[in-house]
């Protein structure tokens, strides 16, 4: 009897530090993702006009990127790269298309899958929005998938789904994604709806709302087509009319609804807290997409100007990683899934090619790509319009395209004209810049030259 009780205890010890080993070297994944959040809505990006005290305690516990692109400014094309690894074009989800079945082919894996084969717990709280039923357990591999559907204070449920997830998964390793579906509500706002499940105040006067940005004004030498979308659905942009005024109130209710999903993000940073795991829980904190955000009177997504392309890009390990800021070329919609699967040690499909962003965090790798393309097809809703765009990104240069429409091309300078304002393509002195750009794109894909005629 004794030596059974003996052999008993000794299984039981041998199984806790296996469970304490496994977690020690496999750290779990944590990704949050808020929807339609422009990267300057973060009051750790300069931005005095909100207040986001979780976003800043990520960026004081790690790197934040300031040069990180969505792969398209549209919802389930964007999402849907980012749990493929993907870009859309590639993929072929250049559209909101329906959560159906039979749409998502068995060879292109889901992030959730690769992560469930490679023995981790997973689970997928939130917005969904992917074309492929949440029920399809079998192909996305989230075993634990909760709140996906939009309903009245669906972000405020987030945390306590997160929560009840860690608490079972605590002594395992697990990839967890919150989703939160703020501050995507400034649709509704915009159009005098009721907002699709938060609620706000209505705004101050304008005087009292925050300041519009340098670039509100339409540039010269815009391509006329992004107006042409702009009127396609008035429920969509209600905005063709406004004045300065309802602009800064734009702005103002933007804020506020970025500051109440703020406090959502805490809430899961507490659930962290709460079960010991911020010591073994790599964060990856970014959005779908951004929003015009009053700039270029612009309000949703699709162009390709910055403030609908560029997201909040934050990778943190609470009382680890030092603070740093980091402006690398970054897209959310491939980088994601192969710096995830590096962090977790899992050997990803070898059909992705987004970077590893672990290797210039940790100072393995100090080359990185010194280009970046970012994507757009226009729609109304779930309908395409036939009309294709591209970015070309540099450090320095932006190159827009657009597929149809007078005037298609931009060229900017980033660095002397960050928000977009001077159209270069006709100034013969960034003629041989202009060539690279259409050269690179031209060399980018081969239905690239079809499409753009380059």
């Excluded at 670039?215 to 209600?238: A, G």
């Excluded at 790798?365 to 809703?381: C, I, P």
Aim: net charge negative; with cysteine; aromatic share 12%.
């Amino acid at each position: 009897m004794k030596t059974c009780i003996s052999f008993f205890i000794v299984f039981l010890w041998c199984a806790v530090l296996s469970a304490q080993t496994d977690r020690s070297d496999r750290p779990n994944i944590l990704i949050i993702m808020t929807d339609q959040q422009t990267a300057e809505a973060m009051s750790c990006a300069g931005n005095q006009d909100l207040h986001t005290p979780a976003m800043d305690f990520l960026a004081s516990n790690g790197t934040r990127f300031t040069e990180a692109y969505c792969a398209q400014p549209l919802c389930t094309p964007s999402r849907s790269s980012m749990f493929s690894g993907v870009m859309p074009s590639e993929n072929g989800f250049i559209g909101n298309y329906p959560e159906e079945d039979g749409q998502w082919p068995d060879s292109l894996l889901f992030m959730g899958k690769i992560f469930k084969d490679a023995g981790y717990k997973t689970g997928y709280v939130g917005k969904w929005h992917i074309p492929l039923p949440a029920s399809n357990i079998a192909q996305h591999g989230f075993e634990y998938i909760e709140n996906t559907w939009t309903g009245d204070f669906m972000d405020a449920a987030i945390p306590a789904y997160s929560a009840r997830f860690m608490k079972e998964n605590k002594d395992h390793p697990f990839l967890l994604v919150a989703s939160f579906l703020n501050p995507h509500d400034i649709c509704e706002w915009a159009r005098d709806d009721y907002l699709k499940m938060d609620f706000i105040d209505n705004p101050p006067p304008p005087e009292e709302c925050p300041e519009l940005p340098y670039n509100w004004k339409i540039s010269p030498l815009e391509p006329p087509i992004i107006r042409e979308q702009q009127k396609v659905n008035l429920r969509t942009y209600p905005s063709i009319d406004w004045g300065e005024g309802r602009w800064r109130q734009y702005r103002w209710a933007y804020n506020r609804l970025v500051e109440r999903v703020d406090g959502y993000v805490q809430m899961i940073l507490d659930g962290l807290k709460k079960y010991g795991l911020e010591d073994n829980t790599i964060i990856i904190f970014t959005s779908d997409h951004g929003d015009g955000y009053a700039a270029h009177q612009w309000n949703q997504k699709q162009v390709l100007y910055q403030e609908s392309i560029k997201v909040p890009f934050i990778i943190s390990k609470i009382g680890d990683f030092q603070p740093e800021v980091n402006d690398r070329l970054i897209c959310n919609g491939t980088d994601i899934m192969t710096t995830a699967c590096s962090y977790a040690g899992i050997e990803g499909p070898s059909y992705l090619k987004g970077r590893d962003i672990s290797q210039i965090m940790h100072g393995k790798q100090s080359e990185w790509r010194d280009t970046l393309v970012v994507e757009t097809d226009f729609a109304d809703n779930t309908v395409l319009l036939d009309i294709k765009g591209r970015a070309v990104i540099t450090s320095q240069y932006k190159y827009i395209i657009y597929s149809k429409g007078e005037r298609r091309e931009q060229l900017f300078d980033l660095k002397s004209d960050p928000g977009e304002t001077k159209n270069l393509v006709y100034d013969k002195r960034y003629q041989t810049t202009l060539a690279d750009m259409r050269n690179y794109l031209k060399n980018y894909s081969d239905t690239e030259r079809e499409i753009f005629g380059l």
